[in-house]
């Protein structure tokens, strides 16, 4: 898990603009200043130090799990050894046994007494049950070691605390070879998968695989990356794409990496994205696209999008030539890439398509065996020519073709437009005044409408995602959770809609599509569209994936990143669930924590210092968490009705509230022992937290909620706020309530009750730990979107039903019945709190399951808190005026914890058991009406020791014999071979490659890249060996199809065509600098078939050298070489031969002469 706030801060405040960190096997360095990664070194003695370093995390993971163990034992001798003691403390009313009062009494006589000094206060104290907990809306959330409801999952990145994310948050990922890539908006960030269950020792990232960081750059938007020419692209905000490239991986630690090998400004204004076209079909082949902006290498050229339909051509030449420059002649690399830029715009202007000049580019994405490019808006889709940079065609989200417009008419019209309202405004300032007030209003209704929708606009139909299948079929996803198959053409097949939340992210593998929702589900689909399996990945929604490493990796709007096995949903997925969930005593960890909350109805008064320290001021040294909840804060019909209008444009708070905070800051000693870490004001209604310092780095995701019930469920004067943070990665909720006043009204408590219950809703973050850094991440939380933790519960789920505990505090106004006023006075100077007991009316409707169902309560010890004359001390101070109000337990704290009539043990399965240690009342604070009350939680937290878990599920894939066989069995390649090693085309040629699946069970899944270009000079030697990477086929070499699928026993042909494209254009500015540069010189270059099964990750590959020879230097080719060279095409048309199933054909080309 992430550090707190302050360790973050110390990482970059500490080290220069490009200072490097690195945090592999978790050991924090720093180097000197430097544009790179941070290099491992080679020295003996760093060796050494690296292999005592590979011992540290080995013992420390060892010392964990012997920790845990001896933590399971001694939980399993005491649970035997205090059963009995137990019992004595704790008496359950449970739905069928209600125990005897009497029985309670004496206990309480003897160990509970307030006046009893020496009571013994860490002893539970006995709770009542109400009724109706366990069922529907009541019932507790779902806990397990493992979670039966979806695949077994590694973590590489634990859901980080968004608190400890301001600034860094992660936006995209991207596999390629064996490395993992995040860019984030302070730089990157790379795994390396060949360490996938790696400890770490890192303060604060124990729980995270071991990373190596950049250099602090500008936030990056998207990422992509090239296996072929090993190096990343990233898209930046501020304008620029940069390169990174990838190093060999050395034999201890991480890999070493090298940054910066240029940069350069991508398009004016601020970038809004980059594609890049995987060099296979391995990795996410396009899931980079879905984030705002776009830069990708497509086929031939790196293309470009950013705001306002800006798309920019960057040449294959250019950027070659600077990848190949030395480190002294980047800069002026940078500067010539940046300056050879193709603005296809003007060829926009020609054809007359004036809707994508003004239309952002989302998303982009290659098409290398059509030799096209599409490029998407939100509503729209243009489809252009990836040789010729034409645009092909624009067509609408439901594929129908738009039709061309006159731009210069557009122009005109707004002109007219722009005047015609500036006309408008001088003819009547009356008219201006009005039209700004109903422009604030209407301002007003699209901030509530905004925040109720939780997204920019409502239109269902915008495309969030799009994704290209090894078919060559393209998919796009909506906001509506729709999912649309089109062809290659641009032509509408069909579409599906599963899920009702919008999609947010795409990834192919294999046969399998695989899609993330906002809702955090993950779904997987076959290449028909059928759906194969789904489950809830993250508590927040997923935003983007990629595959690697045999896993399908992806990444939480809150940072977290899981790792799925690319065979799920299948057959391995319940033997790992069942050996994980067999070592669970290995990975859990019991933490203990004490919460104290305290309720107090002020009654519009102001609380003196003394009154506050004998409410607060004792809390003692164990005390981790404070809660606090008031009530009638400020009241009055003007203050409501301010209150109200400011709620709805998200306003909240006021000057009463803020002096309340600051007191009980005060009292806590807040800054040096505890911290604020949340609260939230509705009208008179106020709740904040308190978090100690030693705590605060376990504490995080705060968000805030209110519920309104008073006149229609509108005001302020009753209802709830609420505050739910994450402890130790469990969802805690405090709620602070104020119900319907008067004796009567029962059932408009209950109501009040079950309104609070079902429509709570966390979304908005409140002031969190460090309010200046909450203010400066605000732009990244509106890109990202809502942060909250488990804000998409199950569909019909309140929110406060997915929490693992709940505590409910405030003046819920139950009065006692059938009772009088001088009655209730008697018993309560005689201390009979047992016969008033009898009389609650929240006890008798708890006991019929009317309210705060499967709720618990401490048995109430102390006098009622309801009705007082202010400033009276002692019990003659209840209410003697001439209403003479029956006093009454108003005042109440209930909680709910993850217990259930099954489990009642502190564990995975039941992770927050809860107990109270003290539950009373300050009766000698006067400064209200009612008396203030506190109680004391005593909480056992189970958590997940991650690097422990994921170790294990590390030893399970790789010892356990069974799982092994399946996944060898799974990911076997079938066995092809090709018709030829050796082609060779003149102008306008065509050859066949035909590709023949020999197994008789099992679909090969092909894909034909382009190694590398070679020129032949005049002495047939190859020279100027260029590495094409993912940059497609040269102009002149025309594949079809590159990628596809080849059934058992079954060949496809591929067609090898040569194209003329001899003309060498060169672009500075946008501008061509000279068209008619022939190049007539003879080309070469090797293709690789790269063949896999379904679920492999590994390729067999197949080298095909193909030449193309212009038609006056044929005979050169028959010439016999040199025998002291090894000339460039040595290999004829003739030379066609059959390749073995051993690929003895690899061996024999890397023997050839290959630049």
Known sequence: MDPNLDDYDDFFSGAGAGTTRSYSDGLLTQSAPSTQFLDSSDDEDERQNDVLRDGAVSMESTSKRLDNMLQFLDRKLSMNSNDNSANNYTTIFSDNDVTDFV?????????????????????????FVARGGGAGIFRVPLRAAVHPNRPPSLDVRPHPLRET??????????????????????????????????????????????????????????????????????????????????????????????????????????????????????????SQLFLLPFLAPIPWDLWSGSEAGAIKIWPWEAIENSLSLTTEERPLAALSVERSFIDPRGQIAVNGFGNILTSDVRYLLSDISRAKVWSAGYLSFALWDARTRELLKVFNTDGQVENRVDI???????????????????????????????????????????????????????????????????????????????????????????????????????????????????????LEGNLIGEWVAHSSPVINMTAGAGFMFSLANHGGIHGWNVTSPGPLDSIVRTELAGKEFLYTRIENLKILSGTWNVGQGRASHDSLISWLGSVSSDIGIVVVGLQEVEMGAGFLAMSAAKETVGLEGSSVGQWWLEMIGKTLDEGSTFERAG???????????????????HV????????????????????????????????????????????????????????????????????????????????????????????????????????????????????????????????????????????????????????FQGMREAVI?????????????????????????????????????????SVLECSLECPVVSSVLQYEACMGVTDSDHKPVRCIFSVDIARVDESVRRQELGEIFGSNKKIKCMLEELCKIPE?????????????????????????????????????????????????????????FPLWLKVIPAAGIIRPDHIVEVSVHHEEFQTLEQFVDGVPQNWWCEDARDKQVILVVKVRGKYATETRDHRIRVRHCFPAKTKQIGQEPDT????????????????????????????????
């Open 861 to 901: 010890t102390f006098p009622p808190t309801y009705k007082f004359e202010r400033h009276q001390v002692g019990l003659a101070g209840y209410d003697s005026g001439e209403k003479k109000r029956i006093p009454a337990w108003c005042d109440r704290i209930l909680y709910r914890d993850s217990r259930s009539t």
């Open 700 to 851: 995080g995701d705060v968000d805030a909620a209110a519920v309104p019930c008073g006149f229609g469920r509108a005001i302020g004067n009753k209802g709830a706020v609420g505050l739910r943070i994450r402890v130790y990665d469990r969802i805690m909720c405090f709620v602070n309530c104020h119900f319907a006043a008067h004796l009567e009204a029962v059932t408009r408590r209950n109501a009040d009750f079950d309104y609070v219950y079902r429509t709570m809703t966390f979304s908005r973050p409140t002031n969190i730990f460090n309010a200046a850094a909450a203010s400066a991440s605000s732009a990244a939380q509106v890109l990202r979107g809502t942060n909250g933790i488990g804000v998409h519960s199950a569909e019909g789920m309140p929110e406060l039903s997915e929490a693992d505990m709940v505590i409910f505090l405030g003046d819920f106004n139950y009065r006692l019945d059938g009772i009088s006023y001088d009655e209730a006075r008697d018993f309560v100077s005689q201390r009979c709190f047992d016969w008033l007991r009898e009389k609650d009316q929240l006890r008798a409707e708890m006991e019929a399951g009317n309210a």
């Open 103 to 127: 029985n309670v009494n004496s206990i309480l006589d003897s160990d509970y007494d307030q006046s009893d000094g020496n009571r013994q206060r860490n002893a539970p104290m006995p709770e």
């Open 976 to 1032: 092809t071979i090709v018709s030829t090693n050796n082609m060779i085309l003149q102008n306008l040629d065509t050859a066949i490659l035909r590709i023949t699946n020999k197994c008789r069970k099992k679909d090969a899944l092909f894909e034909i890249i382009c190694e590398g270009q070679s020129t032949i000079k005049d002495d047939e030697l190859a020279s100027n060996h260029s590495s094409r990477g993912s940059f497609g």
């Open 679 to 697: 609260s939230r004001q509705l009208a008179g209604l106020l709740i904040a937290v308190w978090v100690r310092n030693n705590l605060k780095a």
């Open 165 to 286: 994310q301001i600034g860094r948050f992660l936006r995209n990922i991207v596999a390629v070879g064996s490395q993992l890539w995040a860019s984030s908006e302070c730089g990157l960030r790379v795994w390396d998968l060949n360490h996938l269950y790696a400890a770490s020792t890192t303060k604060g990232h124990e729980d995270t695989l071991p990373f190596t960081e950049s250099a602090k750059t500008s936030p990056a938007l998207c990422l992509v990356a090239d296996e072929g020419t090993k190096v990343v692209w990233s898209g930046h905000r501020d304008g620029r794409i940069r390169c990174w490239r990838m190093e060999q991986e050395v034999e201890l630690g991480l890999s070493e990496f090298d940054c910066g090998t240029f940069s350069r400004k991508g398009c004016l204004g601020r970038l809004i994205g980059v594609l890049f076209f995987p060099s296979s079909f391995l990795h996410t082949k396009s």
């Open 1124 to 1155: 002291r060279q090894i000339k460039g095409a040595v290999l004829h048309r003739s030379d066609v031969q059959r390749l073995s199933s051993s690929y003895d054909v690899v061996d024999q080309l890397r023997n050839l002469h290959s630049p």
């Open 408 to 526: 210069s008419a557009v122009q005109d019209f707004s002109a007219e437009f722009v005047s015609g309202s500036k006309k408008e405004k001088a003819q009547s300032s009356v008219g201006f005044f009005q039209r700004s007030r109903n422009a604030i209003m209407g301002a007003a209704d699209a901030v509530r409408r905004v925040a109720a929708k939780g997204a920019f606009g409502d239109d269902n139909r915008r495309t969030e995602a799009v994704v290209m299948t090894i078919d060559g079929m393209i998919w796009t996803g909506c906001t509506s959770g729709l999912l649309v198959q089109w062809d290659g053409n641009g032509n509408r097949i069909q579409d599906f809609q599963y899920h009702s939340f919008s999609v947010q992210c795409f990834c192919t593998f294999g046969l399998r599509i695989w899609v993330g929702y906002a809702s955090g589900t993950v779904q997987v689909l076959d």
